[in-house]
């Protein structure tokens, strides 16, 4: 009964005027899970490797799905862009990785996300750079995020950086342009760290 409640007071405001409003969004909502739902029963069935219980919502884009390896309760959720210029780069995604709305990761370096990480909203990751000159021929260099990370929505994660650490927090808007150590807090543009030896539970 509460449960039923609840849903009711995220679709309906109660009032008679509001019920053609609450039947839409409720059919929204329905067709959203039912898109969300063929999307992941596709797109599993062409990356090179996939674990058990993932979900990958609508509006995703990726290249070199061969090239693409996920772990076990991986979510991506909807317009994640997954792209890919080389056929040696690769995406490994390990076990309890969440990507939330707009991720932008280009793995043409390769890029492995460790487990429980969450990457935010609107998140960009690049793995390869032009220097100074945008028509020269790119440079690729691999990224390696650790365990237990959490990066802040509106961060962008540039091709210089190799690693980032354990349980490292990149903060909301930050841009990192060098590696990350374990166990610390970075924030700004550059990003600098601000705290160190937390420990993410």
């Not at 849903?7 to 509001?18: C, V």
């Not at 019920?19 to 839409?24: D, E, K, P, Q, T």
């Not at 997954?82 to 990507?99: N, Q």
Request: with cysteine; aromatic share 4%.
């Amino acid at each position: 009964m509460v449960d039923a409640l609840r849903l009711l007071n995220h679709i309906w405001n109660k009032r008679l005027s509001g019920v053609l409003g609450a039947i839409i969004l409720a059919l929204s909502s329905l067709g959203r899970r039912v898109l969300n739902s063929l999307t992941t029963i596709i797109v599993v069935r062409n990356l090179g490797h996939v674990g058990k219980n993932v979900k990958i919502y609508r509006g995703i884009y990726y290249q070199n799905p061969s090239q693409i390896f996920l772990g076990n309760n991986v979510h991506i959720s909807q317009n994640a862009f997954l792209s890919c210029e080389t056929d040696a780069g690769k995406l490994e995604i390990c076990d309890d990785v969440t990507l939330t709305e707009n991720c932008r990761i280009d793995f043409s370096g390769g890029v492995k996300i460790g487990k429980n990480s969450l990457i935010s909203k609107n998140v960009i990751i690049e793995t390869h750079d032009h220097e100074f000159n945008p028509k020269s021929e790119p440079i690729y260099r691999s990224l390696i995020i650790g365990e237990n990370v959490w990066i802040g929505m509106n961060s962008t994660i540039l091709s210089h950086v190799e690693r980032i650490g354990d349980n490292a927090i990149i903060s909301a808007g930050a841009v990192v342009a060098k590696e990350v150590p374990d166990n610390c807090i970075v924030a700004g543009i550059p990003a600098k760290i601000i705290q160190n030896k937390i420990s993410i539970e």
